[in-house]
């Protein structure tokens, strides 16, 4: 068991039934965790709202286990630059980038045919706004590096392409103090033999000296702090390659 979880959701998010701030707070307390990161969606700047409900009613369950308030905040999909939906989050503990829609279309790919860029197009607005994103020092940690990736295009063709870009947005990652998160909810998106190749994403960025972080992405209790896809790929990284939570905070 790893003994912290920094990618948390709520129910307020809509789509994690069960996963009230007590519900997580519990299962945090009983898994034995020291550190959870609760990180809500941020899909537009009202939404941060909800972030402050969120702190309020986390401060009822501060004890062994310490409880960051953070969000998942989206990366503004009318643009190919990598801007956040919103800028003003200074209340915030964590703050992670989370890139899920196609920028410039701003639909969400389940797969290749889906994406309604062309593939070559979509390379195109994925690196402007993957290097966009990691030059914003506002930002701690990128979420799950590689996923849109994964479910807009076909990784047989483009995923060494990727690892180019890849390697240019961990240099300046690291030069902004951005860290990069295992994230174990990806693993659930990718095929056998992608889940053994996603290691080289964070070979890449240890290279260039980029912290890694640990978070679940959980929306339902039981996946809080589950770490299965995430040993597979520490299996084939350096022991002990996980920065502490501390490490990465705003604070
Ligand atoms: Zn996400
Ligand atoms: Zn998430």
């Not at 899920?100 to 045919?113: A, F, I, L, S």
């Not at 390379?123 to 701690?140: A, C, H, K, Y």
């Not at 070979?203 to 980029?210: E, H, K, N, Y």
Request: hydrophobic share 45%; net charge negative; charged share 25%.
């Amino acid at each position: 068991m790893l003994s912290y979880d920094l990618h948390i959701h709520t129910e307020y998010c809509g789509h994690a039934p069960g996963m009230t701030v007590a519900a997580i707070c519990k299962q945090a307390a009983r898994l034995g965790l020291s550190a959870i990161a609760i990180t809500d969606h941020v899909f537009e700047h009202s939404d941060i709202a909800k972030i402050d409900k969120i702190r309020a009613e986390a401060k009822a369950f501060q004890g062994h286990c310490t409880v960051y308030i953070g969000a998942e905040v989206d990366v503004d999909a009318d643009h190919a630059d990598g801007r956040l939906v919103t800028e003003t989050f200074d209340d915030l503990d964590y703050v992670i980038a989370g890139f899920h829609y196609v920028p410039t279309v701003g639909n969400y790919p389940r797969g290749p045919e889906d994406n309604s860029l062309s593939a070559e197009a979509f390379m195109e607005v994925w690196q402007t706004s993957l290097l966009g994103v990691v030059s914003n020092p506002q930002i701690d940690t990128l979420a799950h590096p590689g996923r849109l990736l994964a479910s807009a295009v076909d990784l047989e063709v483009y995923f060494e392409d990727a690892l180019c870009v890849l390697e240019k947005a961990a240099a300046l990652s690291a030069k902004n103090h951005i860290a990069w998160e295992l994230n174990e909810l990806t693993g659930y998106r990718l095929d056998g033999y992608w889940q053994e190749q996603w290691w080289r994403i964070y070979r890449i960025a240890l290279d260039a000296g980029v912290k890694l972080v640990y978070g679940s992405d959980a929306h339902a209790p039981e996946t809080i702090g589950m770490h299965t896809f995430v040993d597979l790929v520490r299996e084939k990284l350096p022991k002990h390659c996980l920065a502490r939570p501390e490490e990465v905070m705003r604070l």
